[in-house]
Each structure stands twice: as structure tokens, then as C-alpha cells.
């Protein structure tokens, strides 16, 4: 594409955003142009959507026009050139005056009314999108630097194995590492950058404080010592999820000078009393405590090597992740070193290399379950990314932009890794001639003719990932939107032949679960449901708050905030049952829950109590959509006419003759 195509596009976007004038904010990733609006009600998102060159629109806190990889970043430049400022800065004309206070709240009225309600995030899943915030700008980096560091990794395991030598090989090794060391080393840095921008803190303080952590200018002469054990402090301990937690106390301690301190000075006492107080808690408390936990670590250890065998290769695989997180694996080192000293190899290097086989396992079972899901392809992309990276035995960029994030599949990934440790100590004898990076960077290293058995451990770990991953780490929000877009391409493959159908005829109704007004799904005033984008189905204004089953089944899901729940029916329906509109900003207020998640039901038993009155007086619809989420699993869904029904009372109409392949 042309600079003036890249233009083009990017001015079509302005078009139907609005105009420049209602952007105050643009950032863009790996596939997304991301927009901060003004009024988010003046987007057109069926325009946007309709621009050659645009794959898709994601509405959330920022508007998210989906462009590419590699293209996106040429059209949020041209984007932001045209406006004369740089990404991330706030565009001109942004007055703070009183009208503009009021535009504000009524944008985020605007944003409350247009984002999807069926998936809020919790506190924990607050904290895990912050993370990913932090280290989504550096995946371009982080994939390349660590294909960077992988081959230069494969090289210089050969250069130590005697498969290769020369001066030319080397110097290429040390080149390679110049290049990767560039990132990897100021890694720190990095983090804290991007994370005082998620936090509010200056980006430059920030960066500051990733840098403490590097002990720059600290030698074997000029110590600091670790106040609680009294041993010298080491460079990078407490490791990058210590300089978060370091910058996010910077936000706030920054944040509250700046209403204590005059401006008058502000520009000078603020940063420096910010930098000094955080600067002193990072390398007196911090990573001093952080020594702590790796000296327990390194007795745990110890212990479990003296266990040895399938039950101490489990351990130790599970934990090295935690360890790569915390920044606390680099205290292994000279275990490794000593174990090579004493044995002429270590073998606790190859255990602790299924984790990353149990994180490859975890990113595919990933890739493999979301493919095809047109909401997640940001994250399909960063995996895509990510995975040749892992295989060559880096990690971070799987670790900080995949799993961590999500939060399960990191639990899974670990696991994986515990199970190719399980494997490898099993099998036993399998050590590593020198010390260096995992994956299959390492194969050359392993010692005694064992990379067969070293390799049946990566397998392992890959497999293990892999299975505990696909069918326990998959978040639920991203499990419902995967099948949603895995029948629907299914059903589209049926539908143009290429699948022959199969059909078993028969019928089922779903009942009503309330007292109310049966309405048809196209009167609720929500376009996520009136539109069928969740699935077909009824809705009904209830009368009273009593909520009961409408099938007979399980309870699959009951969503943190109580307003909505899943059951998964006798014949295979998934029914959602959402309890008014935007309730979820109540916060579970207002809704008393009677069942519990798994539990088996029968028609007509109790689910939730509502609390119409408070609900209607907080200001929220209080209609309840009854969608069957697998819609197309079935030939024909109807709702009956709008009438007053009675729960119990039969709704919808469901035609059981499944497309199938045969």
C-alpha cells in the first residue's frame, strides 16, 4: 500500500469517528488503531466498518479499529501527523472548561452504553489488563530481540558443543547478542516506562526506577547490602514484577505531590522527593525482600534435587515460570555452574526448561481455540508472534504478552512445565554441558548422547501445556466468543457444501423464567441482543424479581457481578439469561443468587432473586434477554408472540435438527 493509500485510510477514519476534532487521544498496537473519543455516539461504527482496509471494529474503552500488523503502524503515524502530534499525545483544542467537564461525563455515559456488558473485568482481571497494557507495545521488540537471542543462542551452543568453530561464527555470536542485549538487558527500563504511563506516573520517572533495579554503577568494591539477610543486593533482583509494583507506588506518591506541592515549584520538588522515596523503597525494601524469597527458594530447591526423580522434576518445572517472573531465576546460575564443576554437567538446566514447553503448549492450545475468533485477533497475532520465539527457548514475550495477561493459561502453562520436568526427571541422566537457553536452542548442549530423552521432555511439556491449557486454561469470556465464531464458521461451511449435513429431527421448547411481558428480541433496546449478535432468543419485562430456570440442565456460568448467568440445557442449548440492561455496573448489588456454579436444575427451580425497585430507581432497564448463545447448533429458533407470560410458561420454540458433518 502507498503513502497516500495509508493516508486516505487514516482520513476515513477521522471521517467516521467524527471528525479529528472529537479524538483526544491515539495509540495503535500490533493490529489496532486505537481511538479516545470525545463522544463516542458521533462514530459510525457500520462505516468504519465498511473502509477498504479495515478488518473489523472493536468497541471498549478505546475505539479499536482493526487495520493489520505492520500496516497499522503506518496509518496511525500518517494519522497522527496530519493532526502535528506525536502517539499518545493529546490532540489540540482540549479544553478543560466547565462545558468540557460535562462532554466528559457524558462520554463516559456514551461508553457505559457502548460497551459489551456481557464480559466486565473484575479487580484481578483490572490488574492482568494493566499488564498487558504494559507489555503489548514491546511485543514487536520483545519477538524480535528474541529471535534475535535464539539463533545467537543455537550458535553458540554449537560453537560449545564443537559442531561449529571459527572467529567468523563468533563474532557473529557476539553480534547477534549485542543486538539482543539492547532489550533484554534494559528490559527493566522498558517495563517501567510503559508502566508509569498505564499508571499515571511521568514516563521518565518511570524508566528511572526500572533502572535502580540494574544497580548501575555498583561494583564488587561498592556493595549495597540486602538489609534483611545482610548479603549484597544483585542486579535485577526483584525482577520486572518488582519495577511494576516500585512504579505503580510512584504513581501514587507522585500523583499525591502534585496537589501538595506549589506549581510554582512543583517542576523541581516533585520529581526529585518521587525519585528519592521510591528510588530508597525499591533497593531497601523491594529487592531486599525479593533476596529473601530467593534464598528460600534456592533451600526449596536443594531440597527437591535431594528428592529427585518424577516428583522433583514436576516441582521444579511448575515453579521456573513464577521464578522467570519475579526475576529470580538468574540466582540459579551458579547452582548450574557448580553442578557442571562437580558432574561435568547440570541436569537440573533440562527440567527446568519444560516450562517454556509447557508455555508453547499453552500458546498453541491458544492459537488453535481463537483462530477463528474476529474479537481476539490482536491476541491470535501476538501468539503467532511469540511462538517461534518460545521454541527457541525465550520466553518473555509468551510469558508478558499471552499467558500472564489471561491469567489461567499461565496456572496451565506452568503445569505443562511441570509435567515435562516430571518426564525428564523421570528418564533421568539428562544434564546440560553449560549453561543456556532452553527450548531447542539447548539440544546441542545436553550431555551423554540424552537429547532423545531431552527432546521426549519437551514433547511432554508441549502435549501437557497444551491439553491442560485447551480444556481448563481457556478463559470463559474467551471460550464463549471462540464457539460463537467456530459454529458460525462451521455453519457457513455447511451451508456452501462443503460439508454434507446430517439431520435428527426433533423439537424442544425453552420456558419462561419470570412473570412478566414476553417481548421479541428485536424490541430490547440493546443492540448486542437486538440485533442477534449474541444468539437467538426472547426477552422478557418482568413483573416481579423472581428468576427460575427455564431448562433443564446445569449451571455453567454466574458472572462475578450476579446480573448474568449460563446453563447449558438436556439438548445441548447454552442459554444466557441477562438480567436488565448495564446492570453490571451495579456491581452484584441488587441480585440475590440462589444456585451455585455446576449445579444441576429443572425447569421452574430458583436461580436469582432481583430487586426490580432498586434496580429501576438506580436508573437500569430492567428487561431480561433470553439468548441460546449456540444458536447455530440448531435449524430454527422462535420466540412467541409478545404476550404476558407466567414462568414456566413455553417462550421459544427450538427446531433440534443439527447440521453435522457426517
Known sequence: MEKENYDQLGQEI???????????????????????????????????????????????ETLQIVVGPGKVNKVAQSMV?????????????????????????????????????????????????????????????????????????????LLTAGTLGGDVITQLVTVLNVIK????????????????????????????????????????????????????????????????FAVWILSLVEKRLHKWIPDSIDIIVTPTLSLLAIGLATIYLIMPIAGVVSDALLQFINFVLNVGGAVAGFILGALFLPMVMLGLHQILIPIHLEMINQLGNTPLLPILAMSGAGQVGAAFALWLFLRHDKQQTELVQNIKGALPVGLLGVGEPLIYAVTLPLG?????????????????????????????????????????????????????????????TYFFGIPKEL??????????????????????????????????????????????????????????GAAIEP????????????????????????????????????????????????????????????????LVNMDLPFIQSAGYQTVIPIIITNSSDFKSINSLAEQSVTAGDVIINVNETKNSAS
Open 14 to 60: 477521522f471521517h467516521h469517528v467524527g471528525g479529528k476534532d472529537n479524538v483526544t487521544k491515539l495509540i495503535h498496537c500490533m493490529t489496532r488503531v486505537r481511538l479516545t473519543l470525545k463522544d463516542e455516539s458521533k462514530a459510525n461504527i457500520d462505516e468504519l466498518k465498511a473502509i477498504p482496509g479495515v478488518l473489523g471494529v472493536v468497541e471498549d
Open 81 to 157: 501527523d496530519s493532526v502535528g502530534v506525536k502517539l499518545g499525545e493529546e490532540f489540540p483544542n482540549q479544553d478543560l472548561s466547565h462545558s468540557d467537564k460535562n462532554l466528559d461525563e457524558q462520554t463516559n455515559e456514551n461508553k457505559a452504553l457502548a460497551k459489551q456488558k456481557y464480559n466486565k473485568p473484575n479487580k484481578f482481571k483490572s490488574v492482568l489488563k494493566s499488564l498487558a497494557n504494559i507489555f503489548v507495545p514491546m511485543i514487536p521488540a520483545l519477538v524480535g530481540a528474541g529471535i534475535v537471542a535464539g539463533v545467537a543462542s543455537i550458535l553458540q551452543n
Open 181 to 244: 542485549n539492547g532489550l533484554f538487558t534494559y528490559l527493566a527500563i522498558y517495563t517501567g516506562i510503559n508502566a508509569a504511563s498505564e499508571f499515571g506516573a511521568t514516563p521518565a520517572l518511570g524508566g528511572t526506577v526500572g533502572a535502580v533495579t540494574l544497580l548501575s554503577g555498583v561494583t564488587t568494591d561498592t556493595t549495597i547490602q540486602n538489609l534483611f539477610n545482610g548479603q549484597d543486593l544483585a542486579a535485577g533482583q526483584g525482577g520486572i514484577i518488582g519495577v511494576i
Open 408 to 468: 489461567r493459561p499461565f496456572i496451565t502453562a506452568c503445569l505443562g512445565g511441570g509435567i515435562g520436568g516430571a518426564v525428564i526427571g523421570m528418564l533421568g541422566h539428562v544434564g546440560a554441558i553449560a549453561v543456556g537457553p532452553s527450548g531447542w536452542a539447548l539440544i546441542p548442549l545436553i550431555a551423554h548422547n540424552k537429547a532423545l530423552y531431552y527432546i521426549i521432555g519437551l514433547v511432554a511439556g508441549y502435549i501437557g501445556g497444551f491439553i491442560l
Open 479 to 536: 471460550r464463549v466468543e471462540a464457539k460463537t465464531s467456530a459454529n458460525t464458521i462451521q455453519q457457513a461451511t455447511i451451508n456452501n457444501g462443503t460439508v454434507p449435513a446430517t439431520t435428527h429431527a426433533d423439537s424442544f421448547t425453552i420456558k419462561a423464567p419470570a412473570k412478566g411481558q414476553l417481548i421479541t428480541l428485536d424490541n430490547v433496546p440493546d443492540e448486542m441482543f437486538s440485533t442477534g449478535m449474541m444468539g437467538q
Open 543 to 606: 413483573s416481579d424479581g423472581k428468576i427460575f430456570s427455564p431448562v433443564t440442565g446445569t449451571v455453567q456460568t454466574i458472572f462475578p457481578t450476579k446480573h448474568a448467568l449460563g446453563l447449558v440445557g438436556e439438548h445441548g442449548e447454552e442459554v444466557l439469561i441477562h438480567m436488565g440492561l448495564d446492570t453490571v455496573n451495579l456491581k452484584g448489588t441488587g441480585f440475590d443468587v440462589l444456585a451455585t456454579e455446576g449445579q444441576s436444575v429443572s425447569v421452574g427451580d430458583p
